[in-house]
């Protein structure tokens, strides 16, 4: 009887195995693959989605843009792809760091690298 047992139990265990195999797809994948997956997307806006202003692209190291109604440091931070240090210390903002609508702030760059292989 404990030898029915122990197949069974192995049994169950091969089919169980091969479920959770079945459900976790391909983990192999191309670098073309890769490519095309990591390309942006240019999406279009929602409809009554807000977006900042117009950026200054006359500058290669520091953009501005003009503060919402709403905005926080934290939200243009997260926006802008940037760190709210950044944004305060590019600014000079003192606690509370609040942000006054209409006011033109400098957003710094995101410096990029390229990583040689």
């Known amino acids: 009887m404990g030898l029915h047992c122990t197949k069974i139990n192995c049994l169950v265990l091969i089919l169980l195995l091969n479920l959770l195999l079945g459900c976790g797809g391909s983990v192999w994948t191309t670098p ?3 490519k095309d997956i990591n390309q942006p997307q240019n999406a279009p806006l929602p409809p ?3 977006t900042s202003s117009v950026r200054n692209h006359d500058s290669s190291l520091k953009d501005s843009v003009v503060v919402l109604k709403g905005d926080t440091v ?4 997260r ?3 940037v760190t709210p240090s ?8 003192s606690p509370p760091f609040h942000l006054v ?3 033109r ?3 710094p760059s995101n410096k990029l690298h390229k990583v040689k292989r």
């Not at 934290?74 to 931070?77: L, Q, S, T």
């Open 79 to 81: 926006r802008y792809r």
């Open 105 to 107: 702030i400098i957003i």
């Open 48 to 50: 009554n989605q807000r």
């Open 101 to 103: 609508a209409g006011k």
């Open 32 to 34: 073309d693959l890769l």
């Open 74 to 77: 934290f939200a243009v931070a």
């Open 86 to 93: 950044a944004i305060i210390d590019s600014n000079k903002l």
